[in-house]
């Protein structure tokens, strides 16, 4: 059964960075792409990130330039690395594993002084 745990949120303040993993277990990580979406109050799940497993990467307009996505597959583990974070970008994080449509359980970021 495929499962897949993310860490990594947390209260971070405006123009910090934070990293957030997700760990995928149960299936085979290495031969899909993987996703991180983000649910922020008063607005609808959007996607955040993508990465194909060959590793090709697309973002969403809140991303662009400031969020990074990458995986380890060996790791079966797949990494949001976000920076220069603003108040907006508070809100729950989801890995997503579009294929098998999968997610995690969610992990909270807060961007606040």
């Known amino acids: 059964q495929v499962k897949l745990v993310e860490s990594g949120g947390g209260l971070v303040q405006p123009g910090g960075s934070v990293t957030l993993s997700c760990v995928a277990s149960?299936?085979?990580?290495?031969?899909?792409?993987m996703d991180w979406y983000r649910h922020v109050p008063g607005g609808k799940r959007e996607l955040v990130a993508q990465?194909?497993?060959?590793?090709?990467?697309y973002y969403g307009d809140a991303a662009k330039g400031r969020f990074a996505i990458s995986r380890d597959n060996a790791k079966k583990t797949h990494f949001l690395q976000m920076s220069r974070l603003e108040p907006d970008d508070t809100g729950v994080y989801y890995c997503?594993?579009?294929?098998?449509?999968?997610w995690g359980q969610g992990t909270q970021v807060t961007v606040s002084s």
């Open positions: 997503h594993w579009p294929w098998f449509d999968y």
């Open positions: 149960g299936g085979p990580f290495e031969e899909y792409a």
């Open positions: 990465i194909t497993q060959g590793g090709r990467t």
